[in-house]
């Protein structure tokens, strides 16, 4: 039966009415946070309720992945994507820690001309007042490293004046910034400098082993670790040459599980809690070092790790483990070279943990020349084809030294079939020309 007019302007008013509360309570949907001190140290409350944070630094993976593991929060680098990922973090049941548009000096950023600080500031309030409402919304996060490479104090000063603006904007959500270590002296000229921040963020790695005796000035404000996970490219030794010699997949399985243990557990009382780094994959020297999981998506078995010391339970089925990895007979430490153009045996010793078939993925590449610092984007290192010889999708193959005298790296893969992959390299320098 066809509606009338009045019928129709009826429906239409319901309609609007509708929206508009379904507006009303959007708008009023935020979930109150804030820093509260307890006994020995200093606790995250959401909705009134302690809340430690079991997190994770999301990059390019679907959040489902960081909940499926048992974890409960991610953090941002910025706010691309900002809408999505705080939908889909409360879509799980996460919260999420944002990263704020605010440059480091490194980047060019200069602190004393006031346009640009204006015109950063306009930014942080868009980011904001856009956001402030979200029922995922855990904390601010103003810039990251900020005092890698500074110079001007000016930055922290900076910091302060943000962190009061978002307080401002939004009374239900803690600030902080982060600094890339442990270091007391800088811990204090943050806290002097922008007293404004709820609690302060470091991000550490290798680092982290000096948690124990920072914990003595760390303690004196709220503290979370925003970063962490292996040992750093700068804090591994070398090749003769200068390559850095990077942990294989079960060695970093190994440090996370000690890093978490006993370097952050013991002091979640005084701390807010951690994010991990990096639930992704990312190019930093190599595709490998930071990247929990392959370029393909499969999950190495520091994940398992996280898994277990977030929920006390370890996965149904597990990575595989990659116990040593050779070339010519030699390992990374050996500081490998070969002669252009030769045959070499190059050999990975894996196990799985629950007896699945292992697949692997043997490649060879150019070593980085980057000398970026912080994270900062690298380029893509491509392939050098042709130079592997025999089953690739085997435990053993024969590798081609390159042509080119100069440094590289081969890397293999060993997949389980389950989603799951270990990894290691070495890195070699070859020398002489091909006869």
Not at 146 to 157: C, E, H, I, K
Request: proline fraction near 6%; aromatic fraction near 8%.
């Amino acid at each position: 039966m066809p509606l009338g007019n009045q019928a129709l302007g009826a429906m239409w008013l319901a309609a609007a009415a509708c929206l508009a509360m379904q507006g009303a309570l959007a708008a009023d949907s935020a979930v109150r946070v804030e820093v509260a001190a307890v006994e020995d140290g200093y606790t995250l409350k959401r909705d009134g309720k302690p809340y430690l944070v079991k997190g994770a630094g999301l990059a390019g993976m679907d959040v489902a992945t960081v909940a499926a593991r048992g974890g409960n929060s991610i953090r941002t680098w910025g706010v691309e994507d900002a809408q999505a990922t705080l939908d889909a973090a409360h879509r799980h049941g996460l919260t999420v820690s944002l990263g704020l548009p605010v440059a480091a000096e490194r980047f060019g950023f200069d602190y004393d001309d006031p346009a640009s600080v204006a015109e950063q500031r306009q930014n942080v309030k868009n980011a904001v007042e856009r956001h402030k409402d979200h029922p995922a919304l855990l904390a601010w996060i103003i810039g990251n490293e900020l005092d890698m490479g500074f110079t001007n104090p000016r930055v922290y000063d900076e910091v302060n004046e943000l962190s009061r603006l978002i307080h401002d904007l939004d009374a239900n959500h803690p600030t902080t910034t982060t600094i890339s270590a442990i270091d007391e002296e800088m811990v204090e000229l943050v806290r002097e400098r922008a007293p404004d921040l709820d609690f302060l963020s470091i991000q550490a790695y290798g680092a982290l082993f000096l948690m124990p005796k920072a914990i003595r000035y760390l303690k004196t404000g709220p503290f979370m670790v925003t970063e962490w996970g292996p040992l750093g490219h700068w804090e591994v030794g070398k090749t003769r040459w200068g390559a850095p010699i990077e942990q294989n997949s079960a060695e970093k399985a190994r440090h996370y599980l000690t890093g978490y243990q006993t370097l952050i557990e013991p002091f979640l009382g005084p701390g807010l809690g951690s994010y991990a780094f990096l639930w992704g994959q990312k190019q930093e020297r190599t595709h490998t070092w930071f990247s929990l999981f392959t370029e393909a998506g499969e999950s190495t078995s520091a994940v398992d790790v996280l898994q277990f010391v977030w929920t006390g339970r370890a996965p149904a089925n597990q990575a595989p483990v990659l116990e040593s990895l050779t070339l010519a007979r030699r390992p990374a430490a050996d500081s490998v070279r070969l002669a252009a153009g030769k045959r070499y045996n190059a050999k990975a010793r894996v196990t799985d943990p629950d007896g699945d078939p292992i697949a692997y993925r043997w490649r060879i590449k150019p070593e980085s020349t980057e000398t970026v610092v912080g994270g900062d984007l690298e380029a893509t290192i491509e392939d050098v084809d042709g130079l592997i010889a025999g089953d690739a999708k085997q435990g053993e193959v024969t590798v081609t030294a390159p042509d080119s005298p100069g440094p590289y790296r081969l890397y293999v893969m060993a997949y389980d079939g389950q989603g799951h992959a270990a990894h290691a390299n070495i890195p070699f320098q070859v020398y002489g020309k091909r006869r």
